[in-house]
């Protein structure tokens, strides 16, 4: 079993690197590649838009890796996610990639382009505190698919997204097919304002519209308003699916913390 | 001339409204008329969506008014703004509507029904320093379509927009049919690595690249990256305008401050 790292967005701290190393060796079930692309720095970004187009695409190609591990978000994998899945390699056919937060816009990507992906922690969650349960728990999934790492209600076809990249896929080439899937967002770090404007936005699709329900997981870090919103965040999902029709399905496990769970994506083409 | 406020988003101060009553006062070339929505409070709100949409919908149907002037951006008129286009009256026609920032939702909402709207600014920036300028260049629009307040190279149909804004609004039933104009942005209190994802989202949507250039206003207040972004508003945005085809037309004259001009939509229905 050969995981590859890559980091199609930020890059990965070496202090991560060298955890999940430690972790490697201790467990014994996997092989780690640290793709060293992980560690470019362009400004914001892990390398340039080559460097990491280009590393995925190696590892997508290559015969003998068997997941694709998306090292962190941050920002910058919708740069190269529609590159990415122009003529998928048939090697990039027998993985699976993990992820979330950014690396959302490769999932949809590559979901839509028939590979089999799953939401899930990334290896710089080991630096959080408690973080090697995440990252334990996302291997457990990535090297024996263990089903306690799935998140619990999980019933029939599900996907997982950050809120504001999926506001940010819709009407891009990257938007998947919606059709009847059990829909978890969470989301982190923003104003309950523009969480309320996101899904204002994304429950408007009509492509949105098509899902089974909407669970939604843990909006954490909420910055402050100048005022209180005067609605919490379920309030605020439970409301905007009232008024466009969508199923609220209650609270997901799943969010930018330890306890994030892991979300495979139906594959289509199955 | 009757200049009504109303406030579809965020409350008016009332110390803002007091200057614009001694403004009204100097210059007696209208009547203004402050609905007194302007001052509710709901959480977030200037009010519950029912009051916004009730004072809006109210001077919409009344035929002394000659303008409706939004009292300030903030966060909140798309909740109201497909119910503000359902069935509008026949006085509604007869008036031009101005406001920028978060009631671009409302401009693209009443634009896309007939009526006449404009970018420009509101009452609300008389409490910037040097904001008499700005509400007096409004006015001047208002009152007399002045053009030394126009955007100084509008040349053709063109509409502006926040960035943030039209992002949220694109596949909403909201959308304005945007072929042919100069579309001018702005965006204000926003990491770059967001300008580039927004950028990413807008360029990518087929109405948007039906227009014919793309003009790029203010980013102000930009918020810090962990790491410097490594490009800046231009370089970003001439970027993604390259990358899905649509002409780049160099900067424009708008954004969030005592500066910004006046950007009439042209009117489909004419």
């Not at 728990?137 to 076809?157: F, I, K, S």
């Not at 954490?220 to 609220?248: H, K, M, Y």
Request: aromatic residues 8%.
């Amino acid at each position: 079993m050969r995981i590859a790292l890559v980091a199609p967005s930020c890059p990965l701290k070496r202090e991560a690197s060298d955890r999940l190393e430690a972790i490697a060796a201790a467990r014994g079930d996997f092989e780690l590649l640290v793709n060293p692309q992980c560690f470019l720095a362009d400004g914001h970004f892990a390398g340039p838009d080559e460097a990491r187009l280009g590393a995925l695409r190696e590892v997508m190609g290559d015969p003998s890796i068997d997941a694709v591990w998306f090292a962190r978000g941050g920002y910058g994998s919708n740069r190269i996610a529609e590159a990415a899945v122009i003529d998928v390699p048939a090697a990039a056919q027998n993985k699976l990639y993990m992820g979330y937060s950014d690396a959302g816009f490769l999932l949809a990507g590559l979901h839509k382009a028939g590979l089999d992906v799953a939401w899930g922690p990334m290896p710089q969650d080991v630096l959080r505190a408690g973080g090697e349960l995440a990252v334990n728990r996302a291997l457990d999934w990535l090297v024996r698919r263990d089903p306690d790492t799935l998140e619990p209600a999980l019933d029939g076809p599900a996907m997982a997204f950050n809120l504001t990249v999926l506001s940010n896929l819709l009407g891009t080439s990257l938007e998947p097919d919606f059709t009847g899937v059990d829909l978890l967002i969470e989301d982190l770090s923003e104003q309950l304002y523009r969480i309320d404007r996101s899904m204002f936005h994304v429950t408007a699709s009509a492509a949105i519209q098509s899902v089974r329900r909407i669970r939604l997981g843990r909006v954490l870090d909420v910055l402050p308003n100048d005022t209180d919103f005067g609605a919490d965040e379920a309030d605020i999902v439970e409301q905007w699916c009232n008024r466009s029709g969508i199923a609220f399905g209650g609270r997901a496990d799943i969010g930018h913390d330890v306890l994030n769970r892991v979300v495979p994506f139906e594959r289509k083409n199955r």
